[in-house]
């Protein structure tokens, strides 16, 4: 079956470490996304991709990185510039064009936690 | 003023009492999504709507594209529905999307 994946689900890391996100996604979708969720707020977006090797900054990009190698995947660092990397992080990914176009799918998220 | 506006931020509710959640919003879109988080975290996405109206068991989810309002409706609301559920859009220019802070549900047996 034809989905996105996030993992892990939960992750620990230590204050300084940079942390990598995964996002994978076996739809074909050209456009993927990285949202941040922080309590009591919305979902906000820290960078998106519509093509391979390229992507934009979102809202909140300080302090997080991101790649488009493939396709499939698009990953997200959490550097150890982010000041408050504590937060639920979200994947999305949709096509741009075509009949499908409205399509999207969501990951079930990440929780991380840096102690 | 977000883009995505959600009613009521927190609801309690007697098990079996039918229950309403609204979404307006500012911006046009091509589709509008309802997703759930549940308590440990994790997103499910229960319906993408573009127009009209869809069921899936005791969830229903009507959009009026005109009004700019969505409503996500559950019947027979039973303890396992609590979760906060979120409305999210997806722009018609741009491609991006926008998020509601959620309605968290709680359902009291």
């Known amino acids: 079956d034809g989905g996105i994946t996030q993992s892990p689900k939960y992750l620990f890391r230590k204050e300084g470490q940079n942390v990598t996100l995964s996002c994978e996604q076996n739809l074909n979708h050209d456009a993927m996304y990285w949202y941040r969720q922080d309590p009591g707020q919305g979902l906000r977006l820290i960078y998106y991709s519509q093509i391979v090797n390229d992507f934009q900054k979102g809202d909140i990009a300080e302090g997080y990185s991101v790649s488009r190698e493939k396709k499939e995947s698009f990953p997200l660092t959490v550097t150890s510039a982010q000041k408050n990397p504590t937060a639920f992080y979200l994947c999305?990914?949709?096509?741009?064009?075509?009949?499908?176009?409205?399509?999207?799918?969501f990951g079930q998220g990440t929780r991380l936690t840096v102690v | 003023k977000n883009e995505v506006e959600q009613s009521p931020q927190n609801l309690t509710a007697q098990e079996g009492e039918f229950i309403t959640i609204n979404c307006s919003y500012s911006v046009g879109i091509s589709a509008l999504h309802w997703l759930q988080q549940h308590p440990g975290g994790g997103i499910v996405s229960l319906f993408m709507l573009s127009s009209g109206k869809k069921k899936h068991g005791r969830l229903i989810a009507t959009i009026n594209i005109q009004e700019k309002h969505s409503s996500l409706h559950i019947t027979a609301s039973h303890p396992r529905d609590s979760a906060v559920y979120i409305c999210a859009v997806r722009r018609n220019t741009g491609n991006q999307f926008y998020f509601g802070t959620g309605t968290s549900l709680t359902v009291i047996p």
């Open positions: 999305a990914s949709s096509p741009l064009t075509g009949l499908m176009s409205t399509e999207a799918f």
